[in-house]
């Protein structure tokens, strides 16, 4: 069955650190990958997106990500948090020609001034 | 503004008491769905809707009902509520290469 793994369930850093937060999907087809972020008490918002063409996508607020296709990996990436990244944040996949969105079971960030 | 509008907000009920979540978008979208949210569990996509008069269960359906009668509009009906129902609704429209627009929430509580 097509899954999407979020293995970091709740992050916690000092304002400035560095972040990393690991997604990976279980499906052998042409997918498109998604980052949403819920803040507080917020609906789901878009971050970012790939669809195809370079690996490294840059999204909204200094956030990217890299799709490693090897490794059916999406990992969201931001040098220098903020406190006003506190939020919950969701790896989501559709695969190619659906219009299912599959979402992993997100990951809880805390930031800390 | 672009948005999808969910009513109500927060939504305290009994067991076995119907009631209706309502959704409407102002995009002219096509594609509408419900999730709810769980701790732990992520989203789960509960009903979808293609279009007009077209839905199909998600990965959750059991419990739920749908109509698309109009465009605009995607209702979350619970006919018999049950406390595994108390959870976070979302209603999402939109199309999703482009990333879904989400509504703001219902919280449901069932006692």
């Known amino acids: 069955a097509q899954s999407v793994s979020q293995h970091n369930h709740h992050v916690i850093l000092s304002e400035a650190a560095s972040l990393e937060l690991g997604c990976n999907y279980s499906?052998?087809?042409?997918?498109?990958l998604f980052w949403y972020v819920q803040y507080p008490g917020q609906h789901l918002q878009l971050l970012l997106k790939?669809?195809?063409?370079?690996?490294l996508v840059k999204g909204i607020k200094g956030f990217e990500a890299e799709f490693i296709k090897s490794k059916f990996s999406f990992n969201l990436r931001k040098p220098s948090v903020q406190w006003s990244d506190t939020a919950e944040y969701f790896c989501?996949?559709?695969?190619?020609?659906?219009?299912?969105?599959?979402f992993g079971t997100g990951t809880r960030l805390q930031v800390f001034p | 503004e672009a948005q999808v509008t969910q009513n109500p907000r927060y939504l305290i009920t009994v067991t076995g008491k119907k009631l209706t979540v309502t959704c409407s978008q102002n995009?002219?979208?096509?594609?509408m769905s419900w999730y709810r949210q769980d701790p732990g569990l992520g989203l789960r996509q509960i009903y979808y809707?293609?279009?007009?008069?077209?839905?199909d269960k998600g990965d959750v359906p059991e419990g739920y009902k749908v109509s698309r009668k109009e465009k605009r509009n995607f209702p979350l009906i619970l006919e018999s509520p049950s406390p595994n129902q108390t959870s976070l609704y979302f209603c999402?429209?939109?199309?999703?290469?482009?990333?879904?627009?989400f509504g703001s929430g219902t919280r449901l509580t069932v006692v």
């Open positions: 999402a429209s939109g199309q999703v290469n482009y990333g879904y627009t």
């Open positions: 499906y052998g087809g042409t997918v498109n």
């Open positions: 790939y669809f195809s063409g370079d690996p």
């Open positions: 989501a996949v559709n695969p190619y020609n659906t219009d299912k969105l599959i």
């Open positions: 995009m002219n979208h096509e594609y």
């Open positions: 809707s293609m279009n007009v008069e077209v839905t």
